[in-house]
């Protein structure tokens, strides 16, 4: 079994910064890519930002120079921390997992965390 917890939501005013962050558990011998993506209200879910276990990146043009995704691989952590945030940004963010698991070996699962809201007003 594998679980992803995501923290570090909330409301902020526009302007404002956030830091999410996950953590994945359980049977893991590797994970390849972890991400955050985000569904706003009435909208598909769409890829914020995405890092592979070597560093690569993946960016989403509305948050490109405002957020920076990293991870610590020996830690199965991922974070996001966002700066410059607007009203569009506003959504559930989730974190997503590509993960090996114990027991299969090459083979590589999705895995979805809760979500987290993001909420940015005045």
């Known amino acids: 079994q594998v679980r992803l917890v995501e923290s570090g939501g909330g409301l902020v005013q526009p302007g404002g910064s956030l830091r999410l962050s996950c953590a994945a558990s359980g049977s893991i011998l590797s994970i390849y890519t972890m991400g955050w993506y985000r569904q706003a209200p009435g909208k598909q879910r769409e890829l914020v930002a995405a890092i592979t276990s070597s560093g690569t990146t993946t960016y989403a043009d509305s948050v490109k120079g405002r957020f920076t995704i990293s991870r610590d691989n020996a830690k199965n952590t991922v974070s996001l921390p966002m700066y410059s945030l607007n009203p569009e940004d506003t959504a559930v963010y989730y974190c997503?997992?590509?993960?090996?698991?114990?027991?299969?070996?090459?083979?590589?699962?999705?895995?979805w965390g809760q979500g987290t809201q993001v909420t940015v007003s005045s």
């Open positions: 997503k997992a590509m993960v090996e698991r114990a027991g299969n070996s090459g083979v590589y699962y999705p895995y």
